[in-house]
């Protein structure tokens, strides 16, 4: 659900008075994270997720949430251990059995996530990405093909598996992966285009596929204009500033450079 302006200020004033009636309601403080994560209110974002963990530790849900917003954002290293207590938490959610392996594969520790997916068995699409990652691309076909067959990606995930094990098929497969995101791992794929398929991938949801930015194998990209501009737009650029560049990142002219 998205929310306007008049949307935002009518869900702020009731959570006002639900506040003053009651300052620790932790559904109030969730519903307030979720909007201003909505609107890139990246501030009360977090600090909204961190009043509802002071209020409930033991939150796995909220924790892994908290830990996705600070991944969507490039803070990797201290996503991995809010993640990690979200798992020890509930290894079953859906949330932690999701975000837990493929945080791993954001920091290409890839040998590691591999088990951790046979947790969820719903993972399909990220665990092709981790079989392509570790170069194993027949585990990535085999993948693909296990796919949903009413998914409108497979078709691209199967394309791409065969290019990766004939690369002289990348030609022939492009009209099936064009926009979809198995289409990013082409060997040749120009970084303002990788990056433009990225930010058009951006949801405000909790969802894996924004992180994509994060991962060393697409380091080129964090390389582009549209990088840049990616990071005003969100105002992720902002944030940094104010609150410590991630790990990976450090001030450069006007932007950031990003390892």
Known sequence: MEYNEDERAEAARE????????????????ALASIACRTD?????????????????????????????????????EAL???????DVDPLSPESSLLYPWLLDVKGRHDEALPL?????????LR????VWRRDYAAARDLAAAMPKDSKFTDSFIAASEALLDPLRWPQVQPRIAGKYASI????????????????????????????LWVPEFAHVRGSAAFQDFLVRHH?????????FPTQCRPAGDGAHCD
Request: glycine share 2%; proline share 8%.
């Open 236 to 244: 992720i650029l902002d944030y940094w500033r104010s609150h410590g």
């Open 128 to 131: 092709w990405f981790n079989a």
């Open 15 to 30: 959570a006002a008075t639900a506040l003053q009636l009651d300052p620790n309601q932790i559904e109030v403080h969730a």
């Open 117 to 125: 997916y046979t947790v969820n068995p719903h993972l399909t699409d």
């Open 185 to 212: 791992e082409q060997p040749d794929i120009d970084r303002e285009t990788a990056m433009r398929d990225i930010d058009a991938w951006w949801t405000p949801q909790v969802s894996p596929v924004p992180i994509f």
């Open 81 to 87: 251990p809010q993640i990690r207590m979200a798992w």
């Open 41 to 77: 209110d990246l501030p009360q974002c977090l600090d909204e997720y961190r009043r509802v963990l002071k209020l409930d530790p033991t939150d796995s849900t909220m924790r892994a949430a908290y830990a996705g917003r600070l991944a969507y954002i490039g803070y990797i290293d």
